[in-house]
């Protein structure tokens, strides 16, 4: 499959994202929480690739050592118009937040084998997934279960390397 860098929340922000799993559940929507095959943990992903080896790893940690890591606020609900329908917070993009990414991309480049196009600088929707693959109906319904959303004030507490087929994170930070 392939490895995803991605920046988990503090205590506080992920128990407001499961929160909203648990309202699209009891709206009847399959939450990603309830469709993955994995204990998934709320986060916002800052690029995947096919591998993100030992020594982009390292550079990584060491990079991310020196940043001051923003606050998140998850503000938008919103969708990606895909047939695998999937519903989403989107995250206020700001300077900081771009400078960040972009500092993880420098490190990155050159570094990791088939980086995914939309995770680089420019093509990047920063986003806490909350529900995928929905039929037409199930996007409606989880919309309306969900609609208004709160904004979500998230903190980063940690940031590791996910294998997107078994779950299992190497954390970095």
């Not at 559940?25 to 591998?51: C, D, I």
């Not at 997934?129 to 208004?148: M, T």
Request: glycine share 6%; net charge neutral; with cysteine.
């Amino acid at each position: 499959m392939a490895q995803a860098l991605e920046f988990f929340f503090d205590d506080d922000a992920d128990a407001a994202v499961r929160a909203l799993w648990q309202r699209l559940e009891r709206a009847t929507v399959p939450s990603l929480a309830s469709r993955s095959h994995r204990r998934h943990r709320p986060h916002v992903t800052f690029a995947v690739a096919g591998s993100i080896p030992t020594r982009a790893r390292r550079a990584l940690a060491g990079q991310l050592a020196l940043l001051s890591l923003p606050a998140l606020w998850l503000y938008t609900l919103g969708t990606f118009p895909t047939k695998d329908n999937g519903l989403f917070l989107g995250a206020v993009t700001d300077a900081e937040l771009l400078a960040v990414h972009s500092a993880v991309h420098d490190v990155l480049a050159g570094k990791v084998r088939d980086p995914w196009a939309y995770y680089l600088p420019g093509a990047w929707v920063p986003h806490c997934s909350l529900a995928q693959d929905l039929d037409a109906g199930q996007l409606a319904a989880g919309f309306a279960a969900l609609h208004p959303a709160q904004p979500v004030r998230a903190r980063i507490s940690r940031v590791g390397v996910t294998d997107t087929r078994t779950g299992e994170t190497d954390l970095l930070w």
